[in-house]
């Protein structure tokens, strides 16, 4: 019975994959609620929050504050670019942060220390959107 609504699961990460980028769960549920699936935003809630612990998605929180989760094409420790205009993702390795973390860990006595680090900004084409947006005051 526990596996009744798996379907719905299999179809949230289904459109999880599809994304290009991070996303929250009222995007996604847009996105199904699209496609007339019927799958409610709490089960949409519901199912990510299962990926997520799976690790079979990455769950983050956007300087907004909201949740936004995304289908990695990596499950080992990794580290994000996202554009906050567009939703853009880049996976990135960042040794340095590795090492600075461990560090900075056993210099205060720390074991089993875990990090989440993740940059967000304007992607490059947005940023050049940005540039060439008429800027504050000009009337013409
Ligand atoms: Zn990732
Ligand atoms: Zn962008
Ligand atoms: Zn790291």
């Given at each position: 019975m526990a596996q009744r609504n798996t379907w719905q699961r299999d179809r949230v990460r289904e459109a999880l994959t599809d994304a290009s980028g991070f996303v929250s769960a009222q995007a996604l549920h847009a996105t199904l609620r699209d496609e007339n699936t019927g799958i409610g935003l709490a089960t949409v809630y519901r199912a990510l929050a299962t990926l997520a612990a799976s690790g079979e998605a990455d769950q983050l929180q956007s300087p907004d504050g909201e949740a936004i989760y995304r289908a990695c094409s990596t499950t080992g420790h990794h580290h994000h670019l996202i554009?906050?205009?567009?939703g853009l993702a880049v996976e990135i390795e960042a040794n340095e942060v590795e090492a600075w973390a461990q560090r900075t860990a056993a210099a205060h006595g720390f074991t089993a220390a875990e990090h989440v680090v993740d940059i967000f900004g304007l992607c490059a084409s947005c940023s050049a959107l940005r540039a060439a947006e008429p800027v504050g005051e000009r009337v013409d």
């Open positions: 554009c906050r205009s567009c």
